[in-house]
């Protein structure tokens, strides 16, 4: 039998990244190019640049509320260029292949289950720490069809104003844009920090790659963005611990290389906040396929699909 492909990807509020993979959920061939206001001609050209007459489908994992069924974005805080976009409609003219989306988060989740830390573990919630905060939970070795919203709950009433229209939300205190505010605002104000001299001057230019770099040099504001975010995050972590008792969080996205300080904090909050014989039974742990997670998650959407 002919061996079959998928492109996997994963669609979010910072890069589009996009993959052609094999049964096994190898990856033959990947591209990342950033998310943009002309998302759909990346889309379609990233999309060519990797299509052969052995795909036999598209999976997506798109970063916001998803009409699965439909394909249609409902919403998107973190990219709303794609707000009310037809994924399939778009796509299947052009490569006249089958299309299936699902939330970023939640793609996440099932390339854990697939191929991931996730294998060994029959329930577990996913939460991808990035530009924003998503989620995606397995229960009983399936995908749970929720929204998870993670990144939207909300831990201060009396907090800033969401994109989401909501207030107080996790997202604000914990995910990269977070982090970045909090730093920039200290250095408008006149906090001392080795984190200038990384941007030049020019805060707007400061990554999140940049906080952790400076807090390894040892520099007080650097260290206290990531403390900070941490203990919000814990606080999200506890919480998801109280009300699913999962065996298992996996976290995955750019922000888990902070693993020693950002996580460190995180998981000591989630401590003193959960009740304790649900903490002392779940592992925290990051994801084995980092970036890929999401990729290969879609693509494994396309060859449940095929064999249904």
Same mark, same amino acid.
């Given at each position: 039998?002919?061996?079959?492909?998928?492109?996997?990807?994963?669609?979010?509020?910072?890069?589009?990244?996009?993959?052609?993979?094999?049964?096994?959920?190898?990856?033959?061939?990947?591209?990342?190019?950033? @998310?943009?206001?002309?998302?759909?001609?990346?889309?379609?050209?990233?999309?060519?640049?990797?299509?052969?007459?052995?795909?036999?489908?598209?999976?997506?994992?798109?970063?916001?509320?998803?009409?699965?069924?439909?394909?249609?974005?409902?919403? @998107?805080?973190?990219?709303?260029?794609?707000?009310?976009?037809?994924?399939?409609?778009?796509?299947?003219?052009?490569?006249?292949?089958?299309?299936?989306?699902?939330?970023?988060?939640?793609?996440?989740?099932?390339?854990?289950?697939?191929?991931?830390?996730?294998?060994?573990?029959?329930?577990?919630?996913?939460?991808?720490?990035?530009?924003?905060?998503?989620?995606?939970? %397995?229960?009983?070795?399936?995908?749970?069809?929720?929204?998870?919203?993670?990144?939207?709950?909300? %831990?201060?009433?009396?907090?800033?104003? /969401? @994109? /989401?229209?909501?207030?107080?939300?996790?997202?604000?205190?914990?995910?990269?844009?977070?982090?970045?505010?909090?730093?920039?605002?200290?250095?408008?104000?006149?906090?001392?920090?080795?984190?200038?001299?990384?941007?030049?001057?020019?805060?707007?230019?400061?990554?999140?790659?940049?906080?952790?770099?400076?807090?390894?040099?040892?520099?007080?504001?650097?260290?206290?963005?990531?403390?900070?975010?941490?203990?919000?995050?814990?606080?999200?972590? @506890?919480?998801?611990?109280?009300? &699913?008792?999962?065996?298992?969080?996996?976290?995955?996205?750019?922000?888990?290389?902070?693993?020693?300080?950002? %996580?460190?904090?995180?998981?000591?909050?989630?401590?003193?906040?959960? &009740?304790?014989?649900?903490?002392?039974?779940?592992?925290?742990?990051?994801?084995?396929?980092?970036?890929?997670?999401?990729?290969?998650?879609?693509?494994?959407?396309?060859?449940?699909?095929?064999?249904?």
């Amino acid at each position: 039998m002919k061996k079959q492909y998928a492109i996997g990807i994963d669609l979010g509020g910072t890069n589009l990244r996009v993959a052609l993979v094999s049964e096994e959920g190898e990856l033959v061939k990947k591209i990342k190019v950033p @998310s943009s206001e002309n998302v759909r001609e990346s889309l379609l050209k990233s999309i060519g640049d990797v299509f052969s007459d052995d795909v036999a489908g598209i999976g997506f994992g798109v970063a916001g509320l998803i009409d699965s069924e439909k394909g249609v974005v409902m919403e @998107s805080p973190n990219l709303p260029a794609i707000e009310g976009l037809n994924i399939p409609e778009m796509v299947k003219t052009r490569f006249n292949v089958p299309v299936y989306v699902e939330n970023d988060a939640n793609a996440a989740a099932l390339g854990e289950k697939w191929r991931g830390e996730g294998k060994a573990f029959r329930s577990f919630v996913l939460i991808t720490l990035g530009t924003g905060i998503g989620g995606g939970i %397995i229960h009983n070795h399936a995908l749970m069809n929720i929204p998870a919203e993670i990144g939207h709950m909300c %831990i201060n009433t009396g907090g800033d104003k /969401c @994109s /989401c229209g909501n207030n107080g939300c996790l997202e604000l205190y914990a995910s990269a844009k977070a982090m970045l505010a909090y730093a920039i605002t200290a250095l408008e104000n006149g906090a001392e920090s080795l984190l200038r001299e990384r941007c030049k001057g020019n805060l707007y230019k400061l990554t999140s790659e940049d906080i952790y770099l400076t807090a390894l040099d040892g520099d007080n504001l650097a260290r206290e963005v990531l403390r900070e975010a941490g203990r919000y995050l814990g606080v999200g972590i @506890s919480s998801i611990i109280n009300i &699913f008792g999962p065996d298992a969080i996996i976290l995955s996205g750019g922000l888990i290389g902070a693993w020693n300080i950002f %996580i460190q904090e995180a998981i000591k909050e989630a401590s003193r906040r959960a &009740f304790k014989p649900l903490f002392d039974r779940v592992k925290i742990l990051p994801s084995s396929l980092g970036d890929d997670a999401g990729i290969i998650g879609s693509s494994y959407l396309v060859f449940t699909c095929q064999r249904t």
